[in-house]
């Protein structure tokens, strides 16, 4: 966090010596959840991948130090959602079903550190990389079963930041840290720009699954695996500098 807000604050001081520019961009995100599993029967070893789509609209603003290298800050707001579909509970009956609905919201402040090539004009081809800090607002998932077409339960909510009883190993921290790295193309006022970020905090608040007192209780105290995993995510943005000091 301390090195994302002295990049922000580098890439300031510096556009007072070059260009700069401020922008708007809107696009297309998918988050990825990749977390191992607390079922004991689960391979330790396995990740479970659950991709949120949904969009990513933010304030980017763009400096040029030198000629062709420079960066970009700006905050974020992401908005994902995933449904897994009804599936059974059993390989040899077709009822009960069960199927999960996950929402998740976010802001992000990103610095991306990157170089435009010039291609032609005001045209230019972008490679980037840098740190984003994620602050995620909301992360609920609902659980709905039914016994027949015409028979479905009331959703069982969890709230991942607030889920307070025995089965806290679904308890994850609102702050990740990712790198990313991409590409984009500008062209005069408008840009397009396409990334991955890779997740560099596990997400659990717990350390180890057998903390968890539903599972020590049940399997012993020698029952033990460590929780991990971490969230990704890439995306693609198209957007336009509505204000721009070209020195």
Same mark, same amino acid.
Request: glycine share 8%; proline share 2%; charged share 20%.
């Given at each position: 966090?301390?090195? &994302?807000? &002295?990049?922000?604050?580098?890439?300031?001081?510096?556009? @007072?010596?070059?260009?700069?520019?401020?922008?708007?961009?809107?696009g297309?995100?998918?988050?990825?959840? *990749?977390?191992?599993? #607390? +079922?004991?029967?689960?391979?330790?070893? %396995?990740?479970n991948? /659950?991709?949120?789509?949904?969009?990513k609209?933010?304030l980017?603003?763009?400096? /040029?130090?030198?000629k062709?290298?420079?960066s970009t800050?700006?905050?974020?707001?992401?908005?994902?959602?995933?449904?897994?579909?009804?599936a059974?509970?059993? %390989?040899?009956? !077709?009822?009960?079903?069960?199927? %999960?609905?996950?929402?998740?919201?976010?802001? %992000?402040?990103?610095? =991306?550190?990157?170089?435009?090539?010039?291609?032609?004009?005001?045209?230019?081809l972008?490679?980037?990389?840098?740190?984003?800090?994620?602050?995620?607002l909301?992360l609920?998932? *609902?659980?709905?079963?039914r016994?027949?077409?015409?028979?479905?339960?009331?959703? !069982?909510?969890?709230?991942?930041?607030d889920? =307070?009883?025995?089965?806290m190993?679904?308890?994850?921290?609102?702050?990740?840290?990712?790198?990313?790295?991409?590409?984009?193309? @500008?062209? +005069?006022?408008?840009?397009? $720009?396409?990334?991955? =970020?890779?997740?560099?905090?596990?997400?659990? !608040?717990?350390?180890?699954?057998?903390?968890?007192?539903?599972?020590?209780? @049940?399997?012993?105290?020698?029952?033990s $695996?460590a929780? *991990?995993? $971490?969230?990704?995510q #890439?995306s693609? !943005?198209?957007?336009?500098?509505? #204000? @721009?000091?070209?020195?």
């Amino acid at each position: 966090m301390t090195a &994302l807000i &002295l990049s922000a604050i580098t890439v300031g001081v510096a556009a @007072q010596e070059g260009s700069s520019a401020l922008g708007l961009h809107f696009g297309f995100a998918q988050t990825d959840y *990749r977390l191992n599993s #607390w +079922d004991p029967e689960a391979d330790s070893k %396995e990740l479970n991948t /659950t991709m949120l789509n949904g969009f990513k609209v933010g304030l980017v603003w763009d400096a /040029t130090f030198v000629k062709g290298f420079g960066s970009t800050v700006g905050l974020n707001y992401t908005f994902g959602t995933h449904d897994s579909g009804w599936a059974s509970q059993s %390989e040899f009956a !077709k009822y009960p079903q069960v199927k %999960e609905k996950d929402l998740y919201s976010q802001l %992000e402040l990103f610095v =991306d550190w990157q170089y435009k090539f010039q291609i032609a004009g005001n045209t230019y081809l972008i490679v980037y990389t840098g740190p984003t800090l994620q602050c995620q607002l909301a992360l609920v998932a *609902r659980e709905y079963v039914r016994s027949s077409p015409d028979d479905e339960q009331a959703p !069982k909510v969890i709230n991942h930041f607030d889920y =307070d009883d025995e089965t806290m190993h679904q308890d994850y921290k609102r702050l990740n840290v990712t790198w990313g790295v991409g590409v984009g193309f @500008q062209y +005069d006022r408008y840009f397009l $720009r396409g990334g991955y =970020d890779f997740g560099l905090m596990n997400p659990y !608040k717990m350390d180890n699954f057998n903390q968890v007192e539903l599972l020590v209780k @049940q399997y012993g105290a020698d029952y033990s $695996r460590a929780t *991990r995993g $971490r969230l990704d995510q #890439w995306s693609i !943005k198209l957007g336009i500098y509505f #204000w @721009q000091n070209d020195k």
